[in-house]
């Protein structure tokens, strides 16, 4: 029998923005933490006295490099996870809140390099939703995605 893994806790709280255009939807390429290697929603954790709409727009800017000019609040719902790292057993809850981005400015950027500000986006791309694996997506981006009415495989 293997070693049992000492459980800690670990709570994420972020803002999360959704663009779908002719059933395609923009998702980052994730490096690194419980969704490594997942296509997953852009956007993060919401920092200590950040409103979430200011997260949103930092976030999208880092991750994806474009400016956020008009959205609105979608949803707010969260996912359990299990994900080992480091011998500890994280036991997690994510929570977000989600934006529906109508319009912003810049050209997304489809590769890009992980640094102090942009810790964990490879760049982003439009995927077609009709080609995708609830395999290929991160908890957060599967629930937003099935909540729209979307099925996938």
């Not at 709280?13 to 980052?28: Q, S």
């Amino acid at each position: 029998m293997g070693k049992k893994l000492e459980k800690k806790e670990f709570r994420q709280y972020g803002a999360y923005g959704i663009i779908i255009k002719d059933d395609k939807i923009l998702l980052i390429k994730k490096n690194g933490g419980p969704y490594d290697g997942k296509l997953d929603l852009p956007g993060g954790t919401i920092e200590f006295h950040e409103k979430p709409e200011n997260t949103l727009k930092r976030e999208l800017l880092e991750e994806v490099g474009i400016v956020v000019k008009k959205f609105k609040l979608l949803d707010a719902d969260s996912v359990d996870f299990e994900w080992e790292f480091n011998n500890l057993l994280i036991d997690g809850h994510h929570v977000g809140i989600f934006y529906e981005v109508l319009e912003f400015e810049n050209n997304i950027q489809s590769s890009l390099n992980i640094d102090e500000v942009n810790d964990d986006s490879l760049g982003a791309e439009f995927y077609s939703i009709k080609k995708l694996n609830k395999t290929d997506l991160s908890l957060i981006a599967l629930l937003e995605l099935e909540k729209l009415g979307y099925k996938l495989k």
